[in-house]
C-alpha cells in the first residue's frame, strides 16, 4: 500500500532545485577556491577532467558538492547511472501503479547536513577526495562494494562498512557519524511508525544504512521488530 525513500526526487523538482541553490551552489560573487594552493587546484582540474567534468560549471557548486560529484563519477566509469537506481525504478513502478509514495527524509533535509561543514572542511574533504581518486584507493573501494552488493555479500559489505569506521579523515568521519549513524536513527523510528499503521509496505535505503551494529535493521530490532535477512 505504501513505498518508503529516503527522498522522491521528482515529487517537486522545482523545491529539489531551490534546495540545491540554497544548500550547494556558490553565491555570487564568493570566490570558495581561491584558498586552495595552485598545485591543489591543478590536481583538482585533473580530477574533474578524469571523469569529463566541467571545470566552470563544477566550480558553481561548493567544495562538499564537488567531492559528492566526483564521488558519484567514479561510479559511472564502472558503468553505474543514477537514472537506472533501485529507488528510481521503484518510484516509477509506485507511480504507475498508483502506489502512494511516502519519504523518509527531504532533499532539503538532507543537503543541509553538509551546511555543517565551514568552508575549511569542505576543502579538505575535496582534497581528501582527490587524493583518493589519485591514489586509486577510490575505485578499489568502489569495485570491493559493487561486488558485495551484486553477490549480496555480507562480510564483503561489512569489510566495507569497517574500512569506513576505522578511516581517521574529514570526509569518513562526517559520512560515518552523520549521513550514516544519525540519519539511521530517523529512518528506523519512520520505518517503525510505518509499519505499525500500514499492513503492507516496501521501504528502500542505501545499502551501507543496512550495516552495522547502528545500522537500521539493528535499530528496529532494539524497537522490538522481527527483522529477518531474506538475500
Known amino acids: 500500500s505504501v513505498l518508503a525513500l529516503e527522498v522522491d526526487i521528482e515529487r517537486d523538482l522545482p523545491e529539489t532545485m531551490r534546495a540545491m541553490q540554497r544548500h550547494a551552489q556558490v553565491a555570487p560573487g564568493n570566490d570558495v577556491y581561491g584558498a586552495m594552493a595552485p598545485a591543489s587546484r591543478e590536481r583538482l582540474r585533473r580530477a574533474l577532467r578524469r571523469v569529463s567534468i566541467d571545470e566552470a560549471s563544477a566550480l558553481a557548486f561548493k567544495p562538499w558538492m564537488v567531492s559528492t560529484l566526483l564521488a558519484v563519477a567514479e561510479f559511472g566509469r564502472h558503468g553505474f547511472r543514477p537514472e537506472l537506481s533501485v529507488d528510481s525504478y521503484l518510484a516509477r513502478t509506485a507511480r504507475a501503479k498508483k502506489v502512494r509514495i511516502e519519504e523518509l527524509e527531504s532533499v532539503g533535509g538532507q543537503l543541509a547536513l553538509f551546511d555543517r561543514l565551514n568552508m575549511d572542511a569542505q576543502r579538505q574533504m575535496l582534497e581528501e577526495t582527490v587524493d583518493a581518486l589519485e591514489s ?47 540519519r539511521n536513527v530517523g529512518m528506523a523510528d519512520k520505518l517503525a511508525a510505518l509499519l505499525a499503521r500500514e499492513k503492507s509496505s516496501v521501504a528502500a535505503v542505501g545499502v551501507l544504512h543496512l550495516l552495522g551494529k547502528r545500522g537500521v535493521p539493528e535499530l528496529m530490532r532494539a524497537k522490538g521488530i522481527k527483522v529477518e535477512r531474506v538475500y
Do not use: P
Open 136 to 182: 586509486g584507493k577510490q575505485d578499489k573501494e568502489v569495485r570491493d562494494m559493487i561486488a558485495a552488493w551484486k553477490n549480496a555479500d555480507r562480510q564483503g559489505l561489512e569489510r566495507v562498512l569497517a574500512t569506513l569506521e576505522n578511516e581517521d579523515t574529514k570526509t569518513a568521519r562526517f559520512f560515518r557519524d552523520v549521513l550514516l549513524n544519525e
